[in-house]
């Protein structure tokens, strides 16, 4: 079992950048794959971005991909989010994730198998 602290979120304007950062406890960090969803106000859980459990593969929603950049730290057992361009529309809680099935598809929340209990990013105009 994994415990997701999220952490790093805020106001920030138009263009600006945020890094958010997930928190995992228990020794097992590099034995999950890790993705990042996030819920705007009366939408359904998206998804954002996700990574191997080594590091070695990404994968980003089109929403997001070059503007994004998702990483581990298997040593430091967190997860990172780097948010640049940031856009109005990237309004929304942010949610880390781990799943433990390699071979479910890593873009649906139900893949996954332990929550955070997210942070907040606001971008205003």
């Known amino acids: 079992q994994v415990q997701l602290v999220e952490s790093g979120g805020g106001l920030v304007q138009a263009e600006g950048s945020l890094r958010l950062s997930c928190a995992a406890s228990?020794?097992?960090?590099?034995?999950?794959?890790m993705g990042w969803f996030r819920q705007a106000p009366g939408k359904t859980r998206e998804f954002v971005a996700a990574i191997s459990w080594s590091g070695s593969l990404t994968y980003y929603s089109d929403s997001v991909r070059g503007r994004f950049t998702i990483s581990r730290d298997n040593a430091k057992n967190t997860l990172y989010l780097q948010m640049g361009s940031l856009k109005p529309e990237d309004t929304a809680v942010y949610y880390c994730?781990?799943?433990?099935?390699?071979?479910?598809?890593?873009?649906?929340?139900?893949?996954?198998?332990?929550w955070g209990q997210g942070t907040q990013v606001t971008v205003s105009s």
């Open positions: 228990g020794r097992t960090f590099s034995r999950y794959g």
């Open positions: 994730a781990a799943r433990t099935d390699y071979g479910s598809d890593y873009r649906y929340t139900t893949s996954y198998d332990y």
